[in-house]
């Protein structure tokens, strides 16, 4: 982990107080030189103190962020965890629920998907629902528009749609999400038909909003319990933040 001079100088600032008891503005520019020189020397003899200083604003920060997201899940509960324009595959009636945002058009988010099916083969109390977020581009909001009419359609299969457009090895766009959707059983004229009687602008504003409300810039992004989790954080990370929910209420104890 390196060191830079915002951390030096923050060092340097937390110790001020005990090394220094009178204002800077009581000083010559003789003494205010002796006291840098002194400051200086003590931290090259000590430089461990600028480990435990990045430490400690590690930590500070690291809860400041936590209390920020656990306030903007509580704000948007409803949003996020039952919102009408979504669907739960694994255990419909689990008792953790964890919600993904993704597009799948995103790299991140396909390589993410076996880590998700790991962990909802070996524990099946997981409600999983699925956030689409479509913010790559418009081939990725006409797929998420043919994803939409498939859960319309036929909610029972909409997780098989899911999986098959996520291990794709081709680029999600209209085309490709009605080919999968075909396979799965529905026509072209149906899934053209819903798209066109009943749009998404609706289910996708409420996604970008709830989004911004939450800090979530890029997929994948989580929400465990009382906590929004960004990134491809792997099967294990999943694990323990559905263990810690079960074990104390919140993502992290």
């Known amino acids: 982990m390196g ?49 435990e200083v990045q430490d400690a604003l590690q930590q500070k920060q690291d809860a400041a962020r936590l209390e920020k997201s656990a306030a903007a899940v509580t704000t948007n509960k409803d949003t996020i965890f039952q919102s009408s324009h979504d669907l739960a595959i694994g255990n419909p009636k689990g008792d953790v629920t964890v ?71 081709e680029r999600a766009d209209e085309a490709s999400a009605i080919a999968i959707a075909a396979v799965l059983g529905m026509t072209e004229e149906a899934i053209r038909a819903k798209m066109a009687e009943s749009p998404n602008e ?9 989004a911004t409300s939450l800090g979530i810039t890029g997929t994948p992004s989580y929400v465990i319990g009382n906590e929004m989790v960004p990134g491809a954080v792997g099967s294990a ?16 104890c």
């Open 202 to 210: 609706q289910s996708v504003q409420e996604t970008y909003a709830l």
């Open 237 to 252: 990370a999943i694990e323990d933040k559905v263990g810690n929910v079960r074990s104390c209420g919140k993502a992290t």
């Open 99 to 169: 919600v993904e945002f993704f597009d799948y058009n995103c790299g991140y988010c396909r390589r993410a998907h076996p880590d998700m099916e790991a962990v909802l083969e070996k524990d099946k109390n997981i409600r999983y629902v699925l956030k689409e977020f479509p913010i790559l581009g418009p081939d990725s909001l006409a797929a998420h528009k043919v994803s939409d009419a498939v859960r319309k359609l036929a909610p029972e299969k909409y997780g098989d749609f899911f999986r098959a457009m996520m291990t794709s090895g």
């Open 3 to 51: 060191l830079n001079f915002k951390m030096i100088a923050a060092t340097a600032v937390a110790l001020l107080p005990a090394l220094m008891p009178l204002p800077a503005s009581a000083l010559d520019d003789a003494q205010k030189k002796e006291m840098g020189d002194f400051i200086r020397e003590y931290l090259m003899e000590n430089p461990e103190i600028m480990l």
